[in-house]
């Protein structure tokens, strides 16, 4: 399978703590998004990469989260001193430059006890 | 003002039905124009994308885009039990982010 991955698929983590997910995205994607979702809520851009270059951040991201793309294939998301209103489905998808049409990975649900 | 609104239902209709899905957005600049079926706990599929006005055709889906009045359709045909998801909208521009509806939550009754 080609698709977009991401890992791990659910984590559950107590107020306070650190958590990190990846995403993988499809192999010739030169584009790779974030988003978070909540309960009845359409995704959320979070912020993107092109290649290794973080080129847009939401004002959503707080000092709390960072992202990386170091060599330009996969990227990760980290939350620091993780709060409850963390918790929500953090999606990653991909695209081509142009067409920027994104493919969504399955997601990672964060639940913050 | 919202740069993407979409009725978010819930949508119950029996199988056979023809099923409209709506969006109005609020930037004339948006050129990008996607559907996005999620089934619960999912990440969001591609159903259709478009980059122009009219109509694009793809099986039982039809995407239309009125650039003119800022809206956008999906239109399911002969409708049916696996198309019971929720259905979002993406609008955007190349380069830039893009904004998704909160969603329209569909049920399709055998």
């Known amino acids: 399978d080609t698709g977009v991955s991401q890992d791990p698929r659910h984590k559950i983590t107590k107020r306070g703590q650190n958590v990190t997910f990846r995403c993988d995205p499809i192999?010739?994607?030169?584009?790779l998004y974030w988003y978070r979702q909540t309960l009845g809520q359409g995704p959320e851009f979070l912020t993107y990469?092109?290649?290794?270059?973080?080129?847009?951040k939401s004002r959503l991201l707080s000092d709390r989260f960072s992202a990386e793309r170091p060599k330009g294939s996969f990227s990760t998301l980290e939350i620091q001193r993780t709060e409850q209103g963390d918790s929500a489905m953090y999606l990653c998808?991909?695209?081509?430059?142009?067409?920027?049409?994104?493919?969504f990975g399955p997601g990672t649900r964060l639940t913050v006890l | 003002q919202k740069e993407v609104e979409q009725d978010p239902g819930p949508l119950s209709v029996p199988e056979g039905a023809i099923v409209s899905l709506n969006c109005t957005y609020s930037?004339?600049?948006?050129?990008?124009f996607m559907w996005y079926r999620q089934y619960s706990r999912k990440g969001p599929e591609l159903l259709m994308y478009t980059y122009s006005s009219g109509n694009k055709e793809d099986g039982r889906f039809t995407a239309q885009v009125d650039k003119s009045s800022k809206y956008i359709s999906l239109f399911i045909r002969d409708s049916q039990p696996s198309d019971s998801a929720t259905y979002l909208c993406?609008?955007?521009?190349?380069?830039?982010?893009?904004?998704f509806g909160t969603g329209t939550s569909l049920t399709v009754i055998p």
């Open positions: 998808a991909s695209s081509l430059v142009p067409s920027d049409t994104q493919y």
């Open positions: 930037n004339s600049a948006f050129q990008y």
């Open positions: 192999s010739e994607h030169n584009r």
């Open positions: 993406a609008i955007g521009s190349a380069g830039n982010q893009f904004y």
């Open positions: 990469f092109q290649n290794e270059a973080q080129l847009e």
